[in-house]
């Protein structure tokens, strides 16, 4: 079951924290480990992460099956989005942010559009229902959002938060976003905190960049693994890959 597979994930990166504290403190690294108190306060959080997430898990069950089985793909006058099928890569995850009603897609035309480029606006959208934001009613502070855009409360949800900084005074709501941008923004938005996980540092990624960090912290988190030891950090985020972004970075909500 999913339930049983986020619940896995956790354990596992529980596991991995302590065996990480038992090789620092054998290797005598100058790094300062977790003491008893944090591994004991991180199971902590996890029980409670598991609770909060329970309805959550319920919902994404309903839309995907308790995974002992194929998931059928939708037909008929029910297809969710007839560009994807249940061979995509990304299906699952897809279908499981549809079922949150985290993504809609295109619903005119039954089309999600997964391979095109994700906007800022359009991550900005996602980001505030995955995380169930209260919506602003501030005006807008950017000179290329008016006050009619449909989006405005999203993106000045995100701005107050935190998550979204916007560039010398715009927002640049159609603009696709780059990958390291999509690093930055889901480390704001999931609070993820460097871990003393070790992750091989990407090819293309220099440690110079902006958002070498950020990069390093989400695939320490298992959020983004990258290609082949590469992470294209200047290319823009497909949707397909901001929606399994998103679905990964899920069970860290509020961790």
């Not at 306060?41 to 898990?57: F, N, Q, V, W, Y």
């Not at 994404?60 to 308790?66: M, P, R, S, V, Y």
Request: proline share 6%.
């Amino acid at each position: 079951m999913l339930k049983k597979g986020i619940i896995l994930l956790f354990c596992s990166a529980l596991l991995t924290a302590c065996s990480a504290v038992e090789e620092k403190l054998s290797a005598g690294s100058p790094l300062e480990a977790a003491s008893a108190e944090w591994v004991e306060d991180e199971a902590g959080k996890l029980a409670s992460k598991m609770d909060s997430l329970d309805e959550r898990i319920k919902k994404i069950e309903a839309a995907l099956g308790d995974g002992s089985t194929v998931v059928p793909a939708p037909s008929g006058p029910d297809l969710a989005f007839n560009d994807v099928t249940e061979n995509y890569w990304a299906y699952k995850e897809i279908m499981a942010l549809s079922a949150l009603n985290i993504i809609k897609g295109y619903p005119e035309q039954q089309r999600f559009f997964p391979e095109r480029s994700i906007t800022r606006y359009q991550a900005a959208s996602m980001i505030v229902k995955a995380l169930d934001l209260p919506l602003s009613d501030s005006p807008s502070i950017f000179a290329d959002v008016p006050p009619t855009h449909p989006g405005l409360a999203e993106m000045m949800t995100v701005y107050e938060h935190g998550i979204f900084k916007g560039s010398e005074g715009q927002f640049l709501p159609g603009e696709p976003m780059k990958r390291r941008h999509m690093a930055m923004v889901l480390q704001r938005a999931f609070q993820f905190k460097e871990t003393n996980k070790a992750v091989d540092d990407y090819k293309d990624v220099s440690r110079t960049i902006e958002g070498y960090e950020e990069i390093k912290t989400i695939s320490q988190y298992g959020v983004a693994t990258g290609n082949d030891g590469y992470f294209k950090p200047e290319e823009p985020t497909k949707r397909s890959h901001f929606s399994a972004f998103i679905f990964r970075a899920l069970p860290f909500k509020n961790n």
